[in-house]
């Protein structure tokens, strides 16, 4: 157990936007929500996992939506009290903590904000360890954990409880509604108990951001940043470039799109390119697929080491493209078909990172 | 109270698809699923808004989608009660008896097999009058009734409850889930206490679609079966013609469409036309519009004066067109606001049947 204040959101939210791999907002606009929220009503309480009851109500907390859209809409005033109400009237059981449900710039944050409006701790545990674009994409759904109850609710004031028959139905009508209510939403989904939060979430998370953010925020202070940057995120060198083209469209509620990149540095002469649905899903250079979904790519500035959102991609800046290997369960087969690249309609087997690198990526 | 049997149910079903006005279903479909739920559980208990008392919780049971698509899927088993355990768990207090929300071939017999499954009576009474194609298009919105909590649920098990700013908006989040689901959907809304439902309902509905439906039964036993049809109805013949053509585009969960005639008998050599959005729209004949919503636009069998809806509309077919009055609220301005010409995009004012007919139609 411990406090999570001003100086910890800046980091969690950098390392979390990291962590989101491309996708899960812009970290600027989530940091300002939560630091708002703690400024108002005060520091959170992060506990461990051990330190929750087995039989605790832990309830998520999340926008859903397009990243360029979670940037332009506002997030009002009322909508944590009414997902927190919807939820507890459902169960007829109040909620013991908050938790996020995906590391990244906005939904890192929204937790820990809805945490200090309503007095509730947080868990330091999520449901991926990145960030996934769509919402049956979590280890609990490999657990048998049902999405719903799934609470949603928009900024107007308008209201939605779903309960259905798979995690991929919920996703199905939630994203409908998500995009009738303008693009994106609050939502408060897979509520479970301490017991199968334990057994099936991505531990230490919040902790593993404020650590990675921390590291990002000195990392210029090292005498080789590069190398250090690779060393404490344990990430793989993919690629080092300039970008040449954004490609983006936003079609059926998600940000999709392809990032161009000419080789600079060590990469002069080489190309690569990078496909999103709100995440990066593969990475490829000179035509060779070197990363893909699940495992985690991730582009930063070249200087400062900020991770780039694909909603922030930007003609002429210079990226290091990272890989990061995923959380061990999503290499498992039922992972693979939640979240490997077929799943995405990308025509390739998943092979893990590292071995994909060993192979195409030597000499980058 | 009085009860309704098989004979019953294949009058109503007749006759409520002629007050719907083009939409509302299929009243063979509708018809199938009202007799299998009487010849099941015995027959139902109709109530007269009356008999009701005041703080009774009275709910509408109905089927959300486009027409074409409600004659297509299946209704599962367990739709009904699955929305009388979301409604009166919601309220905390049991469900008196349903009604129908308005008139048509399946929306006036579904409420009917609900009751007759639950052991639940119906009311006499809709919101409607007819058939309209949104659901804020209903005279308990003019009363200022909530369409929520609304609760939706499919064939397949899911489940959806809406509370919503706005009927309008009950209707923009419905129609995005209804369309997820396949295009249509069991769904119960409006959910009123019996002084609400006495205030703004249209009374006597059922008891009127059941004497249309048995007049028109027994048509050709009269001399001139055309003049007693306009005489029971109080009718006002548009037009006599065959059918040229039908364009119809199922679009954002809707049956769009316009249907061309060809005169014959007393309008040889002139045209009409049809629009329909689910329900007919307006009818133009020789480029003039003789009639628009709210008021009914209904077209007949030049044989039979069995109704025909927009989904059974067939080149060759020959067909009386009539116009019937709407029920007097919706000539009110909110009403004309809620469901004229102009929200349809019709660039015309509403002006009541009988004041368009006298212009235009004199000779028809």
Redesign the interface.
């Known amino acids: 157990m411990r406090k999570i204040g001003i100086p910890e959101i800046e980091d969690i939210a950098t390392g979390a936007a990291l962590l989101g791999a491309g996708g899960g907002g812009d970290p600027y606009v989530g940091k300002l929500v939560a630091m708002g929220a703690v400024r108002d009503c005060g520091p959170v309480t992060l506990l461990d996992p051990e330190e929750v009851p087995d039989d605790a109500l832990v309830v998520p907390i999340a926008m859903m939506g397009a990243p360029t859209v979670l940037a332009e809409k506002a997030i009002g005033g009322g909508e944590y009290q009414r997902l927190y109400d919807m939820v507890s009237r459902f169960f007829g059981q109040k909620i013991y903590a908050f938790m996020p449900i995906e590391a990244g710039g906005v939904n890192s944050m929204l937790p820990i904000a809805a945490a200090a409006r309503l007095g509730l701790p947080l868990v330091d545990v999520d449901g991926m360890g990145r960030a996934f674009p769509e919402l049956q994409m979590v280890t609990f759904t490999i657990g048998g954990i049902s999405a719903t109850p799934m609470a949603l609710t928009d900024e107007?004031?308008?209201?939605?409880?779903?309960?259905?028959?798979t995690n991929k139905?919920t996703e199905?009508?939630a994203?409908?509604?998500t995009?009738?209510?303008g693009g994106s939403v609050s939502v408060s989904l897979y509520p479970m108990n301490g017991a199968q939060m334990k057994q099936y979430g991505v531990r230490g998370i919040v902790t593993r951001s404020q650590q990675l953010g921390a590291a990002i925020r000195t990392v210029k202070t090292a005498e080789n940043p590069e190398e250090h940057f690779l060393e404490f995120t344990e990430g793989y060198k993919l690629f080092q470039g300039k970008i040449s083209d954004v490609l983006r469209e936003t079609r059926a509620g998600f940000n999709f799109g392809r990032v161009l990149l000419e080789g600079i540095g060590a990469c002069k002469g080489r190309s690569a390119a990078v496909e999103f649905q709100n995440e990066n899903l593969t990475a490829e250079v000179d035509g060779k697929i070197v990363a893909t979904v699940p495992d985690l790519i991730c582009l930063v500035d070249t200087e400062t080491f900020s991770p780039v959102t694909t909603d922030a991609l930007k003609y002429g800046k210079r990226v290091l493209v990272v890989g990061l290997k995923c959380f061990e369960m999503w290499r498992c087969p039922a992972g693979i078909e939640l979240v490997g690249p077929r799943y995405f309609g990308v025509d390739t087997d998943y092979i893990p990172l590292e071995e994909r690198c060993k192979e195409v990526c030597g000499n980058v």
Request: hydrophobic letters at 40%.
């Open positions: 107007k004031g308008n209201s939605v409880i779903f309960e259905t028959i139905w199905e009508l994203r409908s509604v995009m009738s209510c």
